[in-house]
């Protein structure tokens, strides 16, 4: 059954192949575990190139909606642009079912919605991208009245099997001199433990009600975190000097750690901790 209807929606995707399967798959599990029922409205904050846009979209029926937003511009993305991703989703059989906006900064003054107008506030692999807790925390304040539910995922920095240590690893590595970015455009900028996540939900007035712990194997996320950290680690901290030597020197530890790791263990992707809060 779920591979039925992961092959449906995965044909509403302008990337094809294994990878997208995988990517939908996982996502179909998200939102099996936070309960999406049809005919809800949805917005999702952060919906990227409509990965999860589409499974909620599939989820909700032709008698629901999602409203999907991202900060970030068209242009954005690889090997496909967000721009790109929209108009492929917008033309396919769940189309009718969204919209999505792009360069929308949900903590804006101009961006706000009814009370309790939306049934889901989706929230999705998009937390790690936030330059602060802060931040997070700011969102989850502003959108707590436009929504019944909250539901929230994020890799789970635990790790359950050895072969997710370079995931970590590679994640730890970047958010340590992403911390003295002033901007960026890094898939990491901040790291949080499911610990902080859930201290942040429940500080900005929802209560967590649900918690799971949900393990893709297939999914590449780790591969590419961690090629990204040994492409791009050392660039980065010869452009930020006041970085201090001692903590320059532990990231270039950390960086051999991880070349060594990738050489010894098949790289597999961190847990994802799916949380419902009301």
């Not at 939102?31 to 809800?40: C, H, L, R, T, V």
């Not at 079912?97 to 003054?109: E, G, N, R, T």
């Not at 780790?222 to 990231?251: C, N, R, S, T």
Request: net charge negative; aromatic share 8%; hydrophobic share 40%.
């Amino acid at each position: 059954m779920r591979e039925s209807i992961v092959s449906k929606i995965a044909a509403c995707m302008a990337v094809k192949g294994e990878v997208q399967t995988d990517q939908t798959e996982h996502r179909v599990k998200l939102a099996e575990s936070w309960g999406i029922e049809a005919g809800s409205k949805i917005l999702e904050i952060g919906c990227g190139q409509g990965d999860t846009t589409a499974v909620l979209a599939y989820f909700t029926g032709k008698k629901g909606h999602v409203h999907a937003i991202d900060i970030a511009g068209p242009d954005y993305g690889s090997p496909v642009t967000l721009g790109e991703s929209r108009e492929y989703l917008l033309a396919s059989s769940l189309g009718k079912q969204m919209d999505i906006q792009f360069q929308v900064d949900v903590l804006a003054d101009n961006v706000t919605f009814p009370e309790k107008h939306f049934d889901y506030i989706v929230f999705s692999h998009a937390s790690w991208y936030l330059r602060s807790a802060d931040e997070l925390a700011s969102i989850l304040k502003k959108s707590r009245s436009w929504g019944k539910k909250l539901c929230f995922a994020e890799w789970d920095p635990a790790i359950q099997h050895v072969e997710q240590q370079s995931h970590i690893l590679a994640v730890l590595l970047q958010a340590q001199y992403e911390a003295f970015k002033v901007s960026s455009e890094s898939n990491i900028r901040s790291l949080f433990t499911v610990e902080d996540i859930k201290d942040i939900i429940e500080g900005t007035g929802w209560n967590v009600v649900k918690e799971e712990s949900i393990y893709s194997p297939k999914l590449k996320d780790g591969e590419w975190e961690v090629d990204m950290a040994l492409e791009f680690a050392e660039d980065e901290l010869k452009q930020l000097p006041e970085i201090p030597g001692k903590l320059k020197k532990l990231i270039q530890s950390e960086i051999r750690i991880l070349q060594r790791n990738k050489s010894m263990f098949p790289i597999r992707p961190l847990s994802t901790i799916a949380l419902t809060a009301e």
